[in-house]
């Protein structure tokens, strides 16, 4: 299993980025999909999650109502809508995949490269 994120960059508050999870060696038909992001000095926490079962979704507290999680069949693609970004947001951003459910990394058996995300005027 080899994950890939990116779509990350430099953005104004308020602005939008969407994010990429993209999935080689393997095709998502069970399992779930996470975003994870971390910051210099933090732990890695949990932003959302999607079931590739039944499309179910979790958002994080902190992100609900601003970002969107969503699978891309046919490209075998996870991604996150981000809208309405703040400072707060800025980290270096995760996808992994796990066999369960839930934003506990810990959970999670593969992980791909991060993509940096940057909130700041």
């Known amino acids: 299993v080899q994950l890939q994120a990116f779509g990350g960059g430099l953005v104004q508050p308020g602005g939008s980025l969407r994010l990429s999870c993209a999935a080689s060696?393997?095709?998502?038909?069970?399992?779930?999909i996470g975003w994870f992001r971390q910051s210099p000095g933090k732990e890695r926490r949990g932003v959302s999650c999607?079931?590739?079962?039944?499309?179910?979704?979790y958002y994080a507290g902190s992100v609900k109502g601003r970002f969107t999680i969503s699978w891309d069949n046919a490209k075998n693609n996870v991604y996150l809508q981000m809208n309405d970004l703040k400072p707060e947001d800025t980290a270096l951003y995760y996808c992994g995949y796990g066999p369960g459910w839930g934003l506990d990394w810990r959970q999670y058996t593969d992980w791909g490269r991060g993509t940096l995300v940057t909130v700041s005027s």
């Open positions: 999607i079931s590739r079962a039944d499309g179910g979704t």
């Open positions: 060696g393997f095709t998502f038909d069970a399992g779930v």
